[in-house]
């Protein structure tokens, strides 16, 4: 017999799988086979798979210890949840016009070739630095093991193509820190770990998230040593109080540094919004002070 290929998954070069780990064991060590080797074992005969990438969905997360070695080959992985009702609306519109455009069999339009797949990928491979993040990137595995996320030895190593497509994509030849939080799509096996992973991934980078934190606890102070500051008689003041409001002052300078600093690491628009706003704070407290140092 002769295996009809034509249109189906052994020519194409990228492949969709619903359900795919509802599929038998013998489909499932197939697409494994291909997933390793792009190879095709059909009886005697070795046909060559051109799959550049597989997507897969699932409505659960495998348990069954067979299905663990397909799983871990599904270098990405994100938790889709259901539409919040707010966007329900939006949701039966697009379903409509997506109807529509299968009545009229519309002629889909395709943004990128395979070849320009594969000359990203040399960009990729060949011109990305991603030495300076490899100590952090260490030490995050490390620190995800401790909170009991472990990452296979294959992740750890194919989660480096996926660091340097982040700073590809973000228009650099460097990887940055920022570009680990791609981790959050990769180091996650259960859903549980999601929130998770992204929650120690926002506390130990340098991400806007870790930095408005900064900001947060910043502003909490301030506004506690603005309330604390405008107790204060007028002057003249005892010479007890003038110290301690000299102290005050001086650790509001350095606090206005420090934010100063934070705007300037950080790079993102929301956390400068944020840390000019607490910067009018300081200013202000500075100035109440001197009002009442006389």
Do not use: C
Not at 83 to 106: G, V
Not at 150 to 172: M, P, Q, W, Y
């Amino acid at each position: 017999y002769t295996r009809i290929t034509k249109g189906k998954m052994l020519e194409a070069e990228i492949v969709f799988l619903d359900e795919i780990f509802k599929a038998n064991s013998a489909i499932l060590n197939s697409i494994l086979t291909i997933l390793n080797e792009r190879i095709f074992y059909d009886g005697y005969t070795e046909i060559r798979v051109p799959l550049w990438s597989l997507f897969g969905a699932s409505n659960e997360v495998p348990d069954d210890p067979e299905l663990e070695a397909l799983y871990d080959r599904m270098l990405l992985r994100h938790h889709v949840k259901p539409l919040a009702e707010d966007y329900w609306r939006d949701l039966i519109d697009y379903e409509w016009r997506f109807e529509k455009k299968l009545l009229y069999e519309e002629k889909i339009e395709p943004i990128m070739s395979i070849g320009d797949l594969r000359a990203i990928r040399s960009i990729i491979m060949e011109r990305i630095d991603f030495e300076n993040i490899k100590s952090k990137l260490l030490k995050m595995y490390s620190i995800l093991e401790g909170k009991g996320v472990h990452v296979t030895d294959r992740r750890k190593g194919k989660a480096l193509k996926i660091i340097a497509a982040s700073a590809f994509l973000e228009g650099r030849r460097e990887a940055v820190e920022s570009d680990l939080l791609v981790l959050k799509y990769i180091t996650p096996r259960d859903i549980e770990d999601f929130e998770k992973v992204n929650t120690i991934l926002n506390e130990e980078l340098r991400t806007p998230y870790r930095y408005l934190k900064m900001l947060e606890e910043i502003k909490i102070n301030v506004r506690d040593l603005s309330s604390y500051v405008a107790s204060y008689p007028k002057p003249p003041l005892s010479r007890f109080l003038e110290q301690k409001l000299i102290e005050i002052y001086r650790d509001l300078e350095l606090t206005r540094e420090r934010v100063v600093s934070i705007i300037i690491e950080s790079g993102d628009k929301n956390v400068e919004r944020e840390g000019r706003d607490i910067i009018a704070m300081i200013d202000s407290v500075l100035e109440n002070i001197k009002k009442r140092l006389g």
